[in-house]
C-alpha cells in the first residue's frame, strides 16, 4: 500500500497537472488527495468518456494529463480512445481500476470487465503495469510510463488493484467557477434520507408498478427496504436505468414504471432525456435522488448543485416535472400524481449517506432478471 501523496507528487514533479476522471471506491484515497491538492487540477466528468475528451482539451493546452476511472468505465472510455485519441496521437497517463480482479470476492457486474481489463487495454494497444503498491516501485513505474510516452505519443496505463492507496479523506470539494444559481429552498441538514425518500416513494404505489433502481448505493437501499420480484437492481451500466424503464414502458405501454435515478447516474447519459421527451412514455416515472454527490464510491461531488434537473426534464418534453426538497412534499406528489402521466419527473434532493448496515443484493442478478420478467409477464394486460 502506498500513500496517494508519493505517487501524485512524483508525477507532479514529471509535470502531471490535470487530472480528470469518475471515482470507483478503489480510488477514492487518490482521487481525494488529487481534489485536496490546490496546485492540481481535477475535473469531475459525468462520464468516463467525457473524462478522456477533457483530458484531451486540457492536453491540447499544454498540460500534461492523468485521466481515472473504474474499470467498468473503461467501456465508456473505449470510443474516444480509439476513434478519437488514436488518430490524434494524444498521449497522457490513464489510471484503471481492477474490480473483479479473478479470485478476489467482489461483485457480479464485476467479473466480465476484470477478466478483459488488460486484454482489453492491449486490444486497443494501450500499454500497461500494475499501479505501484509498494513507494519503492513507483520511480520505475513513472519513468516506464514516461518512456512508452515519449516514444508512443498514445496513453499508458496503470491498473490499480483493491487497496493499493492508503486511505484519505476528502476535506474539500474541487473548485468549479459557478456557485449554485439555485437557493436551497429548504435547509440541506434537514433534507430527507435516501431510504426515507424510497420508503415514501414504495409506500405511494399500487404495487403492480415496476422498480427500477441505480447503480451503488440506491439499489442496495431498495433491496435493504424491501427486495421484491417487481425491483430490479441496476447493478452495472450506471446511468442505464432510465432508458430500461422506457423500454420497459415502451415495449408494454401498460406496465408502469418508476425509476429510481441518481443524480451522478442521470448525468452520466443525460441524452436519455431526450429520447424520453420524443418516446412519451405515459407510464414512466423518473425519481432523481440527488444527493449533489458519488456517495456510493466516496462523495466527491457531481454537477448537480448546479443542475436543474426539472427544467432539463421539462425543456426535453416531459409532461409533468417536480422539485422537491421538503421531505413531506415527496409523498404528497406521489400521491397526487395522475395515473399515467408520463413521462413525469420528480427531482429530489436527499441527504448523503446510508444506513450503517447497508446489505447488498443477495440474488444474482440474473435470478433478478427472471423474477422480473416473470412478474411484468403476470400482470393482465
Ligand atoms: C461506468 C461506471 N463508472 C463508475 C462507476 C462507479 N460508481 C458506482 S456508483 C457511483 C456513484 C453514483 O452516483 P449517483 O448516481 O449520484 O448515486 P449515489 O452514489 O450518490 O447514490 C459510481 C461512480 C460505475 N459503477 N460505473
Redesign the pocket.
Given at each position: 500500500m502506498i500513500e496517494a501523496r508519493a505517487f501524485v507528487d512524483r508525477l507532479r514533479e514529471a509535470g502531471y497537472s490535470h487530472y480528470s476522471g469518475?471515482?470507483?471506491s478503489f480510488l477514492k484515497p487518490f482521487i481525494n488527495y488529487v481534489i485536496n491538492s490546490d496546485s492540481l487540477d481535477y475535473v469531475t466528468a459525468a462520464s468516463?468518456g467525457e473524462a478522456v475528451g477533457i483530458s484531451l482539451g486540457a492536453h491540447l493546452a499544454g498540460r500534461k494529463t492523468v485521466t481515472m476511472?473504474?474499470n467498468?468505465?473503461l467501456?465508456?472510455m473505449v470510443n474516444p480512445l480509439t476513434s478519437l485519441n488514436y488518430p490524434f496521437r494524444i498521449p497522457g497517463i490513464l489510471i484503471v481500476t481492477w474490480r473483479g480482479e479473478p479470485g478476489i470476492p467482489d461483485e457480479p457486474q464485476h467479473e466480465q470487465m476484470g477478466a478483459i481489463t488488460h486484454r482489453l487495454l492491449e486490444t486497443m494497444d494501450i500499454p500497461w503495469r500494475a499501479f505501484p503498491e509498494e513507494e519503492s516501485e513507483i520511480e520505475a513505474a513513472i519513468t516506464e510510463a514516461e518512456a512508452s510516452i515519449e516514444e508512443r505519443q498514445r496513453p499508458f496505463a496503470f491498473v490499480m488493484r483493491k487497496g493499493s492507496v492508503a486511505p484519505y479523506a476528502l476535506t474539500k470539494q474541487e473548485q468549479t467557477d459557478f456557485v449554485s444559481t439555485k437557493p436551497e429552498i429548504f435547509p440541506s441538514g434537514e433534507r430527507s434520507t435516501?431510504t426515507a425518500a424510497i420508503e415514501s416513494i414504495l409506500a405511494a404505489l399500487a404495487g403492480d408498478e415496476v422498480v427500477v433502481a441505480?447503480?451503488?448505493?440506491?439499489g442496495r437501499e431498495l433491496f435493504t427496504v424491501a427486495d421484491n420480484d417487481n425491483h430490479l437492481y441496476v447493478v452495472?451500466g450506471?446511468g442505464t436505468a432510465s432508458a430500461i424503464g422506457l423500454g420497459i414502458n415502451h415495449a408494454r405501454p401498460d406496465q408502469r414504471v418508476v425509476v429510481l435515478d441518481?443524480?451522478?447516474?442521470a448525468l452520466?447519459k443525460l441524452g436519455v432525456f431526450a429520447t424520453i421527451g420524443r418516446y412519451q412514455p405515459e407510464g414512466l416515472l423518473h425519481v432523481i435522488?440527488d444527493?449533489e454527490?458519488?456517495?456510493?464510491?466516496g462523495g466527491q461531488s457531481?454537477a448537480s448543485s448546479n443542475t436543474d434537473f426539472a427544467g432539463i426534464a421539462a425543456a426535453s418534453n416531459y409532461r409533468h416535472t417536480y422539485s422537491v426538497e421538503r421531505p413531506g412534499d415527496l409523498s404528497t406528489i406521489m400521491e397526487t400524481l395522475p395515473e399515467q402521466s408520463g413521462p413525469a419527473l420528480i427531482h429530489v434532493k436527499i441527504r448523503p449517506g446510508s444506513p450503517s448496515d447497508l446489505g447488498r443484493p443477495t440474488v444474482k442478478p440474473h435470478e433478478v432478471k427472471e423474477r422480473f420478467m416473470q412478474f411484468i409477464s403476470r400482470q393482465p394486460r
Open positions: 469518475v471515482p470507483c468516463e476511472c473504474q467498468s468505465g467501456g465508456n435516501r441505480t447503480t451503488g448505493k440506491t452495472g450506471m441518481g443524480d451522478g447516474a452520466m435522488l444527493n454527490q458519488h456517495d456510493s464510491t457531481t
